[in-house]
């Protein structure tokens, strides 16, 4: 076996472990299922180019399983750096697209290979659909690097110095295959330049991701072990919630969460809920953020540009989900269903 081979056959391996790994883990956040899926599917793509020599045309059908590279990484890198709604419908329809069509192009050259089809109609179909995968690639592989520069204007230095290692690793294996291996000349080792980047590409990304989660999660370990904050840092703390509140309105979020909170300052959650009962009086997480949705939610009720506004839309518009819970809570701070508080404050 080649040297190559091997390379890419450890290339393979490690990305199998690597997602198995993550997949297996009992406490496991979104992130880490996006980086199983972006391994599983980048084991595949390597398995193709392994096997492109020596089973054509069958490695295709192993290429089209491999669907998900550029688009499971920016998936990983959402899930990763963003604190709450990380991942949306209009995201997962524009990672179909892309496999789509990768799985697409795949199956129309095993065809055409396959069954030696001479027909016009599927190279042009294949270059079309390669042109919309370099683009819609491309664009992806922008907007993981996005993901890591965007962090770095509003960080802590652990978060800073996480998204500094993330965006090198990244500019690396992107100038590696797309630039570099571009400008190789053809016979450069046998033509195998480009393979070779390719193996140093995915090797790197998939060691340095996998650090990079490690560093994370002993990150907050070593936060809980440190104890209770002293009276000067809780004050910095419930400054710092209070201004994600009360400035950035991040209780107007239907689905927020106190790990959400947690996250995005890089605190252990139970100082979050140490603050809520001991700054802010407030029973829990919950009791709070309701308290500030109702008293959004009473501003709407007494405006008079919103009076035509249906009381469903005046609860989703302060960040509860649906009627029910918006009803309880407003009833709860007010003694008055949202329709009598309206009418009341109307008549007055």
Not at 183 to 195: E, K, S, V, Y
């Amino acid at each position: 076996m080649e040297l190559l081979h091997i390379a890419q056959l450890f290339v393979i391996v490690l990305a199998v472990v690597l997602a198995i790994i993550h997949y297996q883990l009992r406490e496991k956040n979104l992130f880490h299922l996006a980086f199983a899926f972006f391994c599983a599917s980048s084991s595949m793509h390597m398995s193709y180019i392994l096997t492109s020599d020596f089973w054509a045309p069958y490695h295709h059908l192993i290429g089209s399983l491999g669907f998900a590279t550029c688009s499971g990484y920016w998936i990983f890198a959402r899930a990763f750096f963003r604190k709450s709604n990380s991942i949306k419908r209009h995201h997962l329809v524009f990672v179909g697209l892309l496999a789509a069509a990768i799985i697409f192009r795949h199956l129309l050259r095993f065809i055409e290979q396959m069954w030696l089809a001479n027909t016009d109609w599927i190279p042009v179909l294949t270059t079309i659909l390669s042109e919309a995968i370099t683009l819609l690639s491309s664009g992806m592989l922008i907007l993981a690097f996005w993901e890591g520069y965007r962090v770095l204007q509003n960080a802590t230095a652990i978060q800073r110095k996480i998204s500094i290692i993330y965006l090198s690793t990244l500019i690396a294996g992107i100038v590696s295959v797309v630039f570099i291996a571009s400008a190789l000349p053809a016979h450069f080792l046998a033509g195998a330049g480009r393979d070779w980047l390719v193996v140093f590409s995915y090797t790197l990304i998939l060691t340095s991701t996998y650090a990079l989660i490690r560093f994370r999660r002993q990150q907050v370990d070593l936060q809980e072990q440190n104890g209770e904050p002293s009276a000067q840092e809780a004050d910095v703390l419930a400054e710092k919630i209070h201004t994600l509140f009360v400035e950035e309105k991040r209780f107007l979020e239907s689905n927020l969460r106190v790990a959400d909170i947690a996250r995005d300052l890089d605190v252990p959650e139970y100082r979050i809920r140490a603050i809520m009962l001991n700054h802010f009086n407030a029973k829990n997480f919950n009791h709070y953020i309701n308290q500030m949705r109702v008293e959004h939610a009473k501003t709407l009720l007494s405006a008079d540009d919103k009076k035509d506004w249906p009381v469903l839309v005046v609860g989703i518009e302060s960040g509860f989900a649906s009627s029910a819970p918006f009803t309880r809570a407003f009833k709860e701070f007010t003694g008055l269903t949202p329709g009598q508080y309206r009418n009341q404050q109307l008549a007055s």
